[in-house]
C-alpha cells in the first residue's frame, strides 16, 4: 500500500488521488490481514480511480470504455456503507440530475454485506449515466446471480483468474491477462501469489 502512496504522490494538487490515500488509511487501520481479501479490493479500486484521472487530464478512455475519448470528464470518487443497490443507485441518480459536465464517478461500498459487488464506476451528465459494477475476489468463486438491473456490465477480479475470460448472466470473468492489462505496468507488481491452486480454467457445469 506504501507503493501506492508514492504513485498518489504524483497526482496531490487532485481530488481522487487524495481519495485514494483515505481509502488506503481505512484499510491498513481497519483491517490487518491481506489474506482477507480487503487488499485486492483496494489495489482494483485504485487502478480504476488512476485510470479516471488519466481520462480527466488526456482524454483517455475510461475504465473498459466506460467514457468516449477526447471528453475529459471530471472525476468525483465518493465512498458510501449504505446496504442496497437500489438506494446506492437512487444516489447515483440524483447526482447525475444536478451534473451538467460529464463526470465519471467512482463510488467504494464499504457495507460489509453488500450483495453483488464491491465497487461502482459510472459515467455520464445531465440526467443520462450508464453504471459498472465491480467485484473482487481472492478465490476462484462465482457471482450468486445475473447482475441487477441498473448495471451496465459487472466484471469479476479474481486474484487467481484463469488464462480465458468468459462472459455469463451479463458477469465478465476476466483472465489473468486482463487483470494485469488493467493493472498496468505499475500496479501488476501488487497481484499477490499466494492464493493458492486452484483450476487452470473455469467450469460452469
Not at 482477507?36 to 478512455?61: C, N
Not at 453483488?116 to 451528465?125: H, K, N, T, W
Request: aromatic share 14%.
Amino acid at each position: 500500500m506504501l507503493y501506492i502512496g508514492c504513485i498518489c504522490n504524483l497526482f496531490t494538487k487532485y481530488a481522487p488521488a487524495l481519495f485514494i490515500a483515505r481509502l488506503i488509511c481505512y484499510d491498513l487501520l481497519t483491517y490487518s490481514q491481506a489474506e482477507g481479501g480487503k487488499d485486492w479490493e483496494v489495489i482494483i479500486a485504485v487502478a480504476a480511480i488512476l485510470r479516471s484521472i488519466y481520462s480527466m487530464l488526456y482524454g483517455a478512455i475510461g475504465p473498459f470504455d466506460i467514457c468516449p475519448r477526447n471528453v475529459f470528464p471530471n472525476v468525483v470518487c465518493v465512498s458510501t456503507v449504505l446496504p442496497t443497490l437500489e438506494v446506492v443507485l437512487g444516489v447515483i441518480a440524483e447526482f447525475y440530475s444536478t451534473t451538467e459536465t460529464f463526470t465519471i464517478l467512482t463510488v467504494s461500498l464499504g457495507y460489509d454485506k453488500f450483495a453483488d459487488f464491491d465497487f461502482l464506476i459510472c459515467y455520464g451528465g445531465s440526467n443520462s449515466y450508464i453504471c459498472d459494477g465491480y467485484q473482487m475476489k481472492l478465490s476462484r468463486t462465482y457471482p450468486k446471480r445475473a447482475i441487477p438491473l441498473g448495471v451496465r456490465n459487472g466484471f469479476l477480479f479474481r486474484g487467481k483468474a484463469p488464462a480465458c475470460n468468459h462472459l455469463k448472466g451479463g458477469w465478465h470473468y476476466l483472465s489473468e491477462d486482463e487483470i494485469i492489462g488493467f493493472l498496468g505496468c505499475s500496479l501488476g507488481p501488487l497481484i499477490s501469489s499466494c492464493y493458492g491452486d486452484v483450476p487452470d480454467v473455469d467450469d460452469f457445469e
